[in-house]
């Protein structure tokens, strides 16, 4: 989500948000296990919610790993 605040470009990124509140009206996250299928975007944004709602989290990734090394990387700068 972009918004300009004080004349500039401020961008935030809600997926999670949606994604959180969505499980939170069926379960509490706190302490459950967590699989997060993928490692785009969306992936990404999961595995932080869920992270940050206290759920222990595991990120499956099943791609080609020399192309998107990086993201892998990213991952794990974030999560482990």
């Known amino acids: 989500t972009g ?9 935030a990124n809600t997926d999670w948000v949606g994604l959180v ?5 069926e379960t509490e996250l706190a302490g459950r296990r967590a699989v997060v299928l993928g490692a785009g975007g969306t992936a990404r944004a999961a595995a932080y919610g869920l992270l940050a709602r206290g759920a ?7 791609i080609q790993v020399y192309f998107h090394r990086h993201v892998m990387n990213d991952c794990l700068d974030q999560f482990v």
Do not use: S
Request: aromatic share 4%.
């Open 3 to 11: 918004t300009r605040v004080k004349g500039r470009w401020v961008g």
């Open 56 to 62: 222990r989290v595991t990120v499956t990734i099943i």
């Open 21 to 25: 509140e969505a499980l939170e009206r």
